[in-house]
Each structure stands twice: as C-alpha cells, then as structure tokens.
C-alpha cells in the first residue's frame, strides 16, 4: 500500500531523502526505492562521527542493493573545523545538527530539478517534535526548517504512522540487511556525544578502535541481542598507569551498555566479567593511547544512555 500511495504522490518527479544509515532513513530509502528507482536521490551525509566503518557499509548496502541515485559526502574536515574548541554539550548538538543539514541544502541545491523531500520520521518522532502533548524533546529530532531558497514540490515520510517494529518488519522484507535493521539505536550527533569535551581526528579514531573491540567481542560471544544498546565512550580523561617499564598517562575508556524496553528508564546491562575482562584485555593492548577500561553501572535515572 505505501509502495503505491508514495508513486501515487510522487509520480514522474524526483524525489530526495537524507540517510543516515539508522534504521528509519534506510527503511524509508527501500520503500521509495521499490517505488520509484532512480528518480530517488539519497543522500548520505558522512560527518566522520560514524563506528568504525559503518560508513562504508551503508554505501555498500545502497548501493548494491537497491536502484536509486546515492550520494555520499566525506565531510569530516568541515565538521571538525566548526567544532574546533567546542565543549558544550548541546552547543555540540546543535552545530553537528545544524552542519548535516546545511550539507544536506547543498546537495538539494545542486540538484537540477524540482523534487519531493522525503523524511524518515517514524510516528513517535512526529509526536515528539511537536505534534502531540510531549512538552521535553531533545535538539535531534528530524523535524527540521528548511532555508527559504530551498523548495520543494512537498513533503513526503513514508513511515509516518508505524512503530519501530514495524519500521523493522517493513525493512526485513525489503531485504535490508539485518546490521541494519537491527542496528541499535545511535544518536543523530553520532560519536560526537560520546566524546567529551573537544572532538578532534585523534579522539575520533582512538573512540573507533576501542569501540570496535567492544562490537566484535559482542559479536564473538552472541551478546549482541541481549541488550539495548552497547558502546564504548571516551571520557578526555588521562590516567596514570604502566606498560613494561614505563609509567604511562593516557585516555580512559568506559563501556555503557544498557538493557531497556523503551529507553525512557534503562538498566546496565550485566555482561559477564570474562568477556569484560577479554574487552579491557584487547582495548589496552590494540588501541593505542588506551591504558585503562572502566565498565559504566549507572541505570536510568540518574543516568542518561549517553554520556552527554
Ligand atoms: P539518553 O541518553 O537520553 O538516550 O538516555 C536515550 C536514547 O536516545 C538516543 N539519543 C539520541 N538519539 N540524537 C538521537 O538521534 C541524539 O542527540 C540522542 N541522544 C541520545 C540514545 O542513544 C538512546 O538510544
């Protein structure tokens, strides 16, 4: 039924989409694909604040699987000059957001033609900028203003009316693959949240390698369904510690990892020691500038998912 009501709506224009890679903007990119093939442009939007080689994977899975024009922008130099000597948390927020759109409004700029603007909004979100009653939302919503010199014929969000796990359903008989439809939830500012204080290309990459360890250990041991939500953060805290014969002082790495229904209230998640002792084991020795792992035992309240 949407495959016909979006060709319906869409007809012989073009339509474009902003995907990020997260389950929403990569099912609605395979529903408006199976509708209307190349007269869809996506564009991917690569900031640098992705996990370790999930940008790849995206462009892989796009562009193999589906027919549809994809754009992919590296602009990771651009997002780390406009977060030079940022600390604040939702100032970090708001300049990742405010620099994927303005990306995203080029790209449309450059377009030869007029076309729809398709968002992956799912129904929660729709209430949560703004719609319902829901009085405390985050900065990160989807919803956003669009500049004045950027038109379009309308508006078009194929997931407007599901839920997450239909969201999920619909993705699976696409044929999306399950990383993707059932990648865990990942904030819109990315490794950027995780990351405390000033980002810059070294901390980025040192958050990557850590946290690619974690993944693969998850993986190794078949832990990934188990919880919510798991990741490594990088706290900019250097401690002192001692590798051969000498003292060492460098980053400090923790490990969140959750187990939650619907991420209001969320508790840690008890991974057992071996495979944390295994996870702090292999970050210190493989991650370079990693002399010490800490596990993250704070639930939801006080604590927050993330760390900013
Ligand atoms: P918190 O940290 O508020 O997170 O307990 C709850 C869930 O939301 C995700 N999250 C975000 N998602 N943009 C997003 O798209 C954000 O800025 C953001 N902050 C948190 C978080 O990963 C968790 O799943």
């Not at 007269?39 to 940008?55: H, Y």
Request: proline share 4%; with cysteine; net charge negative.
């Amino acid at each position: 039924e949407t495959v016909a009501a979006l060709r319906a709506q869409i007809g012989d224009k073009k339509v474009i989409l902003g995907l990020s890679g997260g389950v929403d903007s990569s099912v609605a990119a395979g529903l408006l694909s199976r509708a209307v093939g190349k007269q869809l442009t996506c564009v991917f939007v690569d900031q640098g604040l992705m996990r370790k080689d999930e940008g790849d994977f995206v462009e892989k899975t796009f562009t193999s699987l589906f027919d549809m024009n994809f754009v992919r922008v590296n602009c990771q130099e651009r997002f780390l000059q406009a977060l030079k000597g940022v600390t604040d948390p939702e100032q970090k927020r708001k300049i990742i957001g405010t620099e994927f759109f303005n990306v995203f409004w080029d790209e449309i700029r450059h377009q030869d033609e007029l076309g729809y603007f398709a968002q992956g909004t799912i129904y929660p979100d729709c209430i949560e900028s703004g719609k319902g009653d829901a009085d405390t939302i985050k900065t990160h919503h989807n919803k956003v203003k669009m500049p004045e010199d950027v038109q379009f014929l309308g508006l078009v969000e194929p997931l407007c009316d599901l839920f997450k796990d239909e969201v999920r359903k619909v993705g699976t008989m696409l044929g999306i693959p399950k990383e993707l439809v059932w990648r865990q939830p990942f904030p819109g500012p990315g490794l950027g949240v995780r990351i405390l204080g000033e980002i810059t290309a070294d901390k980025i990459r040192v958050l990557q390698e850590a946290d690619w360890v974690l993944r693969d250990e998850m993986a190794k041991n078949g832990y990934e369904k188990e919880m919510a939500q798991f990741f490594c953060v990088l706290p900019c805290v250097k401690t002192v510690g001692v590798m051969g014969d000498h003292r060492t002082y460098d980053h400090l790495v923790a490990i969140r990892a959750v187990t939650t229904d619907d991420f209001m209230t969320a508790d840690w998640a008890r991974i057992p020691y071996d495979i944390l002792a295994t996870v702090s084991n292999r970050i210190t020795n493989e991650v370079e500038h990693v002399n010490r792992v800490v596990y993250d035992i704070t639930s939801k309240p006080p604590g927050t998912v993330e760390w900013e």
